[in-house]
């Protein structure tokens, strides 16, 4: 069983920057993707980047020159660095792990982009 816990939403305005975080604690099983989500009010939860356990990363083409994920010192934390913020960025942002057997889910932070 894997626990991920996100951190670092808020309220920023146009233009500004955010970091999230994400920790993964428990026993992943094989090789591993972690990723972040977004879903916004009345919409899907879509993916928006995602780091595979060789290190492969992919973006939504709607983030891609403005939000950065990366690892922490340890693989089993993530990061999220989102910069240029817009109010279509505002969501609630959600950390994923997904091993060989099954998908994780934290609980989620909010994100608000003011114009």
């Known amino acids: 069983q894997v626990r991920l816990v996100e951190s670092g939403g808020g309220l920023v305005q146009l233009g500004g920057s955010l970091r999230l975080s994400c920790t993964a604690s428990?026993?992943?099983?094989?090789?591993?993707?972690m990723a972040w989500f977004r879903q916004a009010p009345g919409k899907q939860r879509d993916l928006v980047a995602s780091i595979a356990f060789d290190d492969d990363i992919n973006y939504a083409d709607s983030v891609k020159g403005r939000f950065t994920i990366s690892r922490g010192n340890v693989k089993h934390m993530i990061y999220l660095q989102m910069n240029s913020l817009k109010p279509e960025d505002t969501a609630d942002y959600y950390c994923?792990?997904?091993?060989?057997?099954?998908?994780?889910w934290g609980q989620g932070t909010q994100v608000t982009v003011s114009s």
């Open positions: 428990g026993s992943a099983r094989g090789t591993y993707t």
């Open positions: 994923n792990l997904r091993d060989e057997e099954d998908i994780f």
